[in-house]
Every structure is written in C-alpha cells, then in structure tokens.
C-alpha cells in the first residue's frame, strides 16, 4: 500500500485491510510529520513501514513495496493505495474469483481486479456497475485500477515494474496495456469487492449545468497536469494497438477536464494544467512536476 499525507479517512482505510491482510507493507511518500507519526504507531510484527526520504510517486511506491513483500518470502501481492476500503470477505473472495479464472485461461492470466463501489465527497457510497458475465464471477477487461488488483511473482517479473516516470495517474493504464501487448488477460471480479474514492467525487447541480446534476472528480490542477501530460504518452505508444482502450480514455478524460473547467472553479488554475500537460509532453517531460508555475 502506497500512502501520502493520510487523512482519518484514509487511516480507516488501511484498517480494514490490516484486519484482514495476512501482512501489509506500507510505503510513505514523505508525508508531513503527523502523518508519518499515525504510520508509526501502526506499525508491528504484521504490519511494515518503509518511509522514503521523498516522495517517489506511486509507481515507485509499488514497486518498493513488492520488493520488501519478495525480500519476506512473498509471491502474492495484492495492491491498495490509501483510499481504498475493504470487506473482511474480500480477500478470500478475490482468491476465489482468481481460482476460477485460472481454470479457464491458465498460465495466461495476469491480473485480476476487483470491481469496486464509489464513494462520494460526502460519504456516500454509489453503487457499483456490474458487468454482464453471462454467469461467471468475473469479467476480462481492457483497463482495471491498481487499488485492489491481485498478481503473482511471475507475472510481475513477465510484465515488469510499474512505470516510474509516469508519477501518478495511468499507471494501472500503461500496467494493463504492456500485460496485454505480452498475451496476458486481465480480468476483473464482476461483483464489487471494496469501496474506492476516485478524487474528491461529489455531485453538483450549478447552473450551467441547466439543473441537471454533474458527477464531478474533483482533483487538483495538478493530478489534471499528470492525467493529461500522461496519457498522451500512453496514446502515443499504444494507441495502434489498442485503439478501443485509448478512445475509452480520451474520451474520460476530455469529458472530465470539460466538467473540471466549467462547473468546479479555477478556471485559470485548470486550464494552466492543461497547457502546461500538452507542453510537457510534446517535449517528453516525465516524472514529478517541477515547472516554475505553481498548480
């Protein structure tokens, strides 16, 4: 699990995994003193801490973290980042659905998901999208997220490390399309197995909107930066071969900063990260953002 700067929420979060885990590595990226102090007081035979002296991203920080977890004699590894909750029956149902997948695709699995339910800014939880499976516990898909996703040393070693470069945002992305360009399947369980906050999702009803309500993720103008600035890499390697997965995206992300830039204020700040992300990309500009521009 990857954390940085952990609010109560998120502290509730890791709970519920930490009931339930058989042994939890928590990488922090530089969180703030208080943060890092709540992460300390966690800490015990079940559960290990690596702090980094900086903060890496989040590729980076599953990659340390399914090292530690091989260094302990681990070939399993189930993600989560800090906004994502479980049930005490996740885990032993995610091992399930996996067991069922593997009986029909064998040696070519190589991710297994966990369909999930939103939850809103105000505590509200949305309800799931259940695929249509035709009867079976999971479904194959193109693109899954990270939080909840269940791999194998093999695997892992097969498809190679989490993209660093990337920082934050598509990296489950660019993971999904380097398994599949490898043959590998992805799949992901049918039924929701945990509850996950996509930014600050909430719903609002202004004006522009014409009284019609908008589902709004509210994230900074910084992740906006990394979402654009990153998945125009993405479209740029994978696009002839993955089509389908690069239109579905493109068209996620148009319609979000279109939402971001109408109905959620700072106009200027977002539409700076978008400029800044085009720019940045054009001139293959990657990793954490350090431009002289504060977003």
């Not at 290990?48 to 530690?68: F, K, R």
């Not at 898909?141 to 892992?156: A, C, D, H, Q, R």
């Not at 190679?160 to 590998?184: S, T």
Request: aromatic residues 10%; glycine residues 8%.
């Amino acid at each position: 699990m990857v954390t940085y700067n952990p609010d109560d929420s998120s502290l509730e979060c890791i709970g519920t995994i930490i009931d339930a885990a058989v042994h939890t590595i928590i990488v922090d990226n530089f969180s703030g003193e208080a943060s890092r102090a709540k992460l300390r007081r966690l800490k015990n035979e079940k559960i290990s801490l690596i702090e980094n002296n900086t903060n890496a991203g989040v590729a980076a920080g599953h990659n340390l973290g399914i090292q530690a977890a091989l260094a302990r004699g681990y070939r399993w590894f189930l993600l989560f980042d800090q906004d994502t909750k479980i049930f005490p029956s996740t885990i032993r149902s995610l091992i399930q659905v996996y067991t069922d997948c593997l009986a029909e695709f064998g040696d070519k699995l190589g991710l297994l998901g966990s369909n999930y339910y939103h939850l809103l800014e105000d505590g509200t939880i949305a309800e799931g999208k259940v695929p249509l499976c035709h009867g079976k516990a999971w479904s194959v898909e193109n693109l899954i997220i990270t939080s909840g996703t269940l791999i194998g040393w093999e695997k892992f070693q097969a498809i190679g490390p989490f993209r660093e470069d990337f920082f934050i945002d598509h990296i489950d992305h660019d993971y999904c399309l380097r398994a599949q360009h490898r043959g590998l399947v992805i799949a992901r369980t049918a039924l929701p197995l945990t509850i996950h906050r996509l930014g600050q999702l909430t719903t609002r009803r202004p004006w522009l909107a014409l009284g019609k309500k908008k589902l709004l993720s509210c994230y900074s103008p910084l992740r906006r930066y990394y979402q654009i600035r990153n998945f125009i890499t993405l479209a740029r390697e994978y696009e002839k071969e993955f089509p389908g997965a690069i239109g579905f995206i493109r068209q996620s992300i148009r319609r979000e900063t279109m939402r971001a830039l109408k109905y959620e204020g700072r106009f200027r700040r977002n539409l700076m990260s978008v400029v800044l992300a085009f720019q940045h990309s054009r001139r293959g500009i990657t990793g954490k953002y350090a431009g002289r521009i504060a977003l």
